[in-house]
């Protein structure tokens, strides 16, 4: 079985196919998983009241918020249920917050409220808003350690991941059919297209009337993380009938950073997360009438990621996953459209897919010993003072803080490095262990990043590479030893 | 060396000029002092600035940073300071016990006084927003610094560098001795921001072109830089339509400003002012926590370390007096404030003993200006006037207001007549 | 009538000097103001003639607990003579340790100046069989 795409869907399917026998695959384009909308997105584990009741987004969003709950116990990937507030700025929001109470509660959401002005703001200080509608259950995960966390999980238990490998054609064979990489073709008796901005156009490969998939950019600012020490909730304005996306939203992440966005564009390139001076003013002046005592000055980064729209730019709004499989390709599923809640509902699609759509392979649950959970490392910074100090005691390398903003010792650097997936690159180093991701984007951390592996591991400048080989960091050492030196 | 529990008169956070001048003074004084220092070799910044300019203030002598650094370790080493390197400040609390950790330790250690001398870090792409995808060969000019005089990396081959603080013009000589293309140094303000001499000796000897008045409004390329689009700027400080021309590079060094490392100043309760992004300091350089002082960079952004050392040396011995001593916290009431008036971008320190002899100001003008009179008002009456031939937010003056009778006002205010 | 902007760099007075000359510069012809004292105005001429200018780069050390040391020219050398001084310097290796003003070359480039240490590098004491770096 092949998969396509390894971003937060396909590591879901790979993590569950991992549980079984069988030989499992998964091909991905980028030099890691999760790189594209995967780690780009606001890091939200949806409610479900912002969907229609009989909708497959509504669905797998109520199934996949327990399910990733659950997962990322079992990994160690930290989660927060920090609750959201949907605010309405004026009269002609409250209709709004109503539909969306009664949706949500349609969809089970429990313990929503309608809440008054003081209310809120007791809630999250500093909100402006005339009313709001509290939504406890809605939380926010870090979506790229929880996507490179079930990824790592499944390849430790079996599954391969063919990284750097793009799919550029699928034909139907005898016993399945034939995907075509960069890397070489790969046989599949069941093919899994779960490409997200790509799906669309691979679908076509086998069914030319698959639906178009139309990227649509959501741009982010981050905050530094002393801002999370004052918002604490999610906040989001009452959706307005025309918006494609959800509003400029302010999202507070687990490590205590706060997010402003994410925009919405719909835009002609599928690789394009460039940000932009327009939006990124927009985000900031629309952030900061929702709490007008945000502290722009505390912006300390951006990013851009594409949304995977089934709606086209003149109707926009949003449109309902679509699940795909053809009479002529019964064992092909391409799975579409899936932006929000995608996140959330990834782990729900997963058992889905293996249980619904797999059902005819009869996968044969591996015995439970054969399975080990390979759980996400523990973020040094997060331990109790009297658990940091046992851990340096008998582990030196955890004494040496390498990352200052971030507090990442130089025994995670190295254990990242370790990982099952065989990444080498330093988006991948940062991604798994948050080290330049601070206020500084690694001015301190990456020259000793790059001192100890050249040190310790010896690497040399051509080995460091940002997200894969058309990425280089550096061109190559400042002073060479050859056969012209000379001693002095 | 394992630092275990225990108690010292005076720690000092970091280990460069200011830190180590701060050490040594403390130790000259008769404290017991603690140096911790984060990196391998003390020195802090100053042994990447392999770069000369350095002492001829404190020493009479034109030296390079690492030789500067040499001659203040040697005194923090001769005045018997205990000296940590490899070790990192975790936490500071309120009541002055510090968290440090190295490499097989994690320990505490309480301090009468505490140096906080951590310095600065740069502004980054992320902070300035600055538009398009991420690739790599962004850099800022600092970490470029590190990477190529510490690490032996050459960061690139065609390089744009956004900034013409001194920083950004000593990289852009460095890379352009080491062979490569330095295609142009953009600067936002319409005048350059770092010192003359070194327009002269890294931007005019090279013949690299400085665009006054522009700024990077898109950087292009998705995985390696490929180039940058540059426009010029009005005085609204936006882009000018129609002026945008595209620089094709592969390295862009960013050079935009230093900020204050004071995130664990601030955990531990020390306000800070927004106009020098370091903390209150009265002219004893200490905080508003009891026995927390503070000097050098991570105080307010110095052009000379020789300005950081000897900020370094009064924070050191007042440190040494209140840890020996007990220096009198009498709080609001025995305190003047010092405020920043007409075109003046800030002051430091922020407030002066009542009582006081002799009061060191350091502050910066607003803006680049000639022959103008700074004053030191007290009441509406000049303490302290000083004719400025040429001023410039780049170089930091210093004001020395004497009072034989004792500093006996509520209010100064320093402003340009 | 060409008029020229100079800073002084060699003390902390650092002298904004007017330096206007018709023709080409000499020191006949070159006039010097701003100056504090006469080192200013051979400053000025110099800088107009003859600049010079101290290199200041680095060099590889071998065995150190650091790949490179910092070096400077232990005086200012031609401004011409700078590419040429750094392309002799690139071919030079030491030996760990260096002390500061060690001296790793001498008359770079022909201009009779020595090349100094300025940042002391130690022996790398473990695992000798590390690569260069």
Known sequence: MVIIGAGVVGSSIARVLSRFEGSFAVVEKAHDVGMAASARNSGVIHAGINYAPDSLRARFCMEGRQLLQQWCRELNVPVSICGKLVIAQSQEDLPALQHLLSQGEANGVPDLHLVSREEATALQPGVECIAALHVPSSGVVPPYAMTLAMAEDAAANGVVFHLGCEATGVVAAADGFVVETTAGALHARVLVNAAGIHAGRIARWLDPDAPEVYPCVGEYLILDRQVGERFAMSVYPAPRADGAGLGVHITPTVEGNVLLGPSNEYVADPEGTGCTQCTSDRLLDEATVIWPELPRQLVIGAYAGIRAKLTPPEVGGFGDYVLLTTPEHPNALHLLGIESPGLTAAPALAVHVVDGFLSGAKLKPKRADRVRIRRWPDRFDELSEEEKARRVAEDPEQGDIVCRCEGVTKREILHALDNPLHVRTLSGIKFRTRSMMGRCSGGYCLPRIVEILQNERSWSPDDFFLRGPDSPAFAGRLLEVNRDTARS | ?417 | MTRKKLTCILCPNGCELEVSHSGEPTPETIVVEGHTCPRGIDYAIEELTAPKRTLTTSILVSGGTQPQASVKTACPIPREALFAARGELRRVVVDAPVAIGEVVATDIAGTGVDVVVTRAVGRRLNDTSRPER
């Not at chain 2, 140094?185 to 690299?208: A, F, H, K, M």
């Open chain 2, 1 to 417: 060396m394992t630092l275990r529990a225990r108690e010292t008169d005076v720690a000092v956070i970091g280990g460069g000029p200011a830190g180590l001048a701060a050490a040594a003074a403390a130790a000259d004084a008769g404290a017991r002092v603690v140096l911790i220092d984060r990196n391998p070799h003390l020195g802090g910044i100053l042994n990447q600035c392999i770069h000369d300019g350095f002492g001829l203030h404190a020493f009479g002598e034109v030296l390079t940073g690492p030789e500067f650094a040499a001659r203040y370790v040697d005194r923090a080493r001769e005045a018997g300071v205990e000296v940590h390197s490899d070790t990192l400040v975790a936490e500071l609390t309120p009541e002055r016990e510090l968290v440090c950790t190295s490499p097989g330790s994690r320990s505490r250690l309480r301090a009468s006084s505490v140096v906080l001398a951590m310095g600065c870090r740069e502004r980054t792409r992320g902070m300035l927003r600055i538009p398009g995808p991420r690739p790599a060969g962004v850099y800022t000019a600092g970490t470029a610094q590190w990477l190529t005089n510490m690490e032996n990396i050459r960061v690139g081959r065609r390089v744009v560098i956004l900034g013409s603080g001194d920083i950004g013009l000593i990289m852009a000589r460095r890379l352009t001795w080491e062979g490569a293309e330095v295609a142009a140094v953009v600067e936002l303000l319409p005048y350059p921001s770092g010192l003359p001499r070194n327009i002269t000796q890294c931007l005019e000897d090279y013949g690299i072109p400085l665009h006054l008045g522009h700024s990077v409004t898109c950087i292009r390329g998705r995985d390696r830089l490929d180039g940058v689009t540059v426009s010029r700027f009005g005085e609204d400080r936006r882009p000018i339509p129609g002026t945008a021309f595209d620089i094709p590079c592969d390295t862009l060094l960013l050079s935009v400003g230093l900020i204050p490392e004071n995130e664990l100043s601030r955990r531990a309760g020390v306000q800070l002012d927004t106009s020098t992004s370091g903390a209150f300091v009265d002219d004893r350089y200490m905080t508003n926590v009891p026995g927390v002082f503070s000097c050098g960079n991570v105080l307010h952004i110095h052009d000379l370390a020789d300005w950081a050392a000897e900020e370094g040396e009064r924070a050191g011995r007042a440190a040494a007096s209140h840890a020996l001593e007990g220096l009198a916290t009498g709080g609001r009431s025995t305190l003047a404030t010092i405020t920043a008036g007409e075109g003046i971008r800030y002051v430091v320190p922020q407030a002066a003993s009542k009582g006081a002899k002799e009061v060191l100001i350091s502050f910066r003008v607003g803006a680049p200006d000639q022959d103008r009179t700074a004053e030191v008002l007290a009441d509406g009456r000049a303490l302290a006037s000083e004719t400025l031939r040429r001023a410039h937010p780049a170089e930091m003056v210093q004001m020395t207001v004497r009072c034989a009778d004792g500093l006996n006002v509520d209010r100064l205010e320093v402003r340009l007549q």
